[in-house]
């Protein structure tokens, strides 16, 4: 594929943090060589409070009922109510609840709280109890030596955990004689929560301002750090302002991870340079290997990586604000040598921010599955919504609106190794642009389109070249009853290329993004539109859940 902007190296994966896990299969990798050094990033958008979430999707997980056990921390006043007394409580007792009076209570952690990795244990606030860790320490560690066969471990529900800190170690210090060689620190992930080979639940959980190390290629997970675990499930709960070289706000190695009905907001992954192997990075002495490059820098809110984890699931979630300073300014998934299928459902990902994929980095799923999604207002240098690699996908009832490339390709999708079998089904493609003026284009979708495309609407994506084509790439695609307006370019005016052979050119007449009576936001077309009735063979229902007459349906996303 020819390169038409400046780029930056691909990522490897992230690679294990811990000796024992790369022994078992963590951690591979093969990247392109650092190009150019890329341009600023895109200005940040402002954290806002998140919305409190429905309960969109069928949580997997429910809370343990605990009001027939007795309190174990606390005796009445909030006084009582101590770290010394809650690490008493966790040693002793299977369920801990908390009698710290009437009034909600803090409690300052002033070390880690070693939780048993080989036994079952609750934790609940009940709504009225903030763990605190000061900025000084990790609040909580639940670590199993062995890797992958631990089914017991934690159930951390309604409860808040702020201001946890994962101190760094094993820091190696940037090489003068070679800017590609990886720095930063070895050690230092999970700073509310590090977990290891153990079963971890959470369930309506705030988490506010935990830190985990940064800068390195390997440490992240702001709040919740996991490594060889069989079962990660988060249900319900917020994270805000958290932050890590990457992983803002949830980091996943090698472990099975469910996000359910979650906000993430304000998340950073704080890192630079990626983490990378080969190329110009070698003979680098690395931080966790050998010829290792970069000091992190991906997944604002979340990172996944790993062999051995299988199926990842985010539903019903919203991820507003977050912020990579290199890839996916939300949610970032490799998966090292065999796919693995990714499922994103009903979910929202809006403003968030990176160098690269703004909400989205996606490597080697199959199938990645998006299904009444919306990506709104992300921003990247390249790619402003999602970086696409080697993946086969399957994109239905969802829209892609306002994002933006700023000085690169792909104002909302780049597309790179994409599996013939992908398919494209009744998506909306609205008001997405590259900005960066002449060089760079195509606003909607850049990369392979070797795929189908049925039943979608491209509508006013719109660059500042006048050469090249404005929504999509230069072959068209195959597909039937899609829709692409305006016909010509915004600058110049010259005839825009066809995004999928015989395509309809008419005006949409799209209404704006607002709350249109479905879990995410989304483009209703006016009731004179053409889109009404010219689709065939769409999904049962639309992004919104409403149900669609399949032999007689509206293109795009809305029926």
Not at 80 to 107: H, K, M, Q, Y
Not at 489 to 513: E, M, N, T, W, Y
Request: glycine share 14%; with cysteine; charged share 10%.
């Amino acid at each position: 594929m020819t390169d038409f902007a400046p780029r930056r190296a691909m990522p490897i994966l992230w690679i294990a943090t811990l000796a024992a896990l790369a022994a078992c299969g963590g951690g591979s990798a093969a990247a392109d060589t650092a190009a150019a050094a890329a341009p600023p990033l895109p200005a940040a958008s402002a954290p806002v409070t998140p919305p409190v979430v429905a309960s969109v999707c069928t949580a997997p997980i429910a809370a343990t009922p605990t009001s027939g056990v007795a309190p174990s921390v606390g005796n009445g006043t909030p006084g009582s109510c101590t770290e010394t007394a809650l690490r008493a409580a966790v040693a002793a007792n299977a369920v801990v609840r908390f009698d710290c009076g009437t009034v909600p209570a803090t409690i300052a952690i002033g070390a880690t709280i070693e939780l048993p990795a080989l036994r079952d244990t609750t934790i609940d606030g009940e709504g009225r109890v903030t763990l605190d860790g000061g900025g000084r320490a990790r609040i909580f560690r639940l670590v199993n030596p062995n890797y992958r066969s631990n089914a017991k471990g934690l159930t951390l529900q309604r409860i808040a955990l702020r201001n946890g800190r994962a101190p760094g170690s094993g820091y190696v210090a940037p090489n003068p004689a070679n800017p590609a060689c990886a720095y930063g620190y070895a050690d230092g992930s999970g700073a509310a929560i590090e977990v290891r080979d153990a079963r971890l639940h959470v369930i309506d959980v705030d988490f506010q301002g935990n830190a985990a190390a940064t800068p390195g290629p390997d440490v992240g997970g702001g709040a919740i750090y996991a490594a060889g675990s069989l079962d990660v499930a988060i249900v319900g709960s917020r994270f805000v302002g958290n932050s890590g070289a990457n992983a803002g706000a949830v980091g996943a190695l090698q472990s099975n991870l469910r996000i359910v009905n979650s906000t993430f907001t304000g998340n950073r992954a704080g890192g630079t340079g990626m983490n990378y192997a080969g190329g110009a990075a070698t003979g680098c002495p690395g931080v966790g290997h050998p010829s290792q490059g970069g000091a992190g820098g991906n997944g604002g809110a979340v990172t996944i990586d790993g062999s051995d984890d299988t199926d990842v699931l985010v539903c019903g979630s919203t991820f507003d604000a977050n912020r990579a300073n290199e890839l996916a300014g939300a949610l970032f998934r490799t998966a090292n040598i065999a796919p693995r299928k990714t499922t994103l459902d009903r979910s929202t990902f809006s403003n968030n921010t990176a160098r690269q994929g703004g909400a989205l980095f996606i490597m080697n799923s199959a199938p990645l599955e998006i299904t009444a999604s919306t990506f709104s207002g992300n921003v990247a240098v390249l790619f402003g919504a999602a970086h696409l690699q080697n993946t086969r996908f399957d994109i239905v009832n969802s829209t892609f609106s306002g994002n933006e490339a700023t000085l690169g390709l792909g104002g909302a999708l780049f597309l790179n190794g994409s599996a013939p079998a992908s398919t494209l089904r009744n998506a909306t493609f609205a008001g997405n642009r590259a900005s960066g003026g002449a060089g760079y284009f195509s606003a909607a979708i850049f990369g392979d389109t070797n795929f189908a495309i049925a039943n979608t609407v491209f509508a006013n994506n719109t660059t500042l070249d006048p050469f090249n084509p404005m929504q999509c790439g230069f072959a068209p695609a195959t597909g039937t009853n899609d829709v692409q307006w305006p016909p010509t370019r915004a600058v110049g005016g010259a005839a825009d290329s066809a995004c999928v052979a015989g395509i309809v050119f008419a005006d949409p007449l799209l209404g704006a993004l607002a709350a249109g009576g479905g879990p995410t936001p989304t483009h209703a077309p006016a009731a004179t539109s053409p889109l009404r009735g010219a689709g065939r063979d769409c999904p049962a229902t639309d992004q919104r859940g409403n149900a669609r007459n399949a032999a007689s349906c509206t293109v795009g996303a809305v029926e």
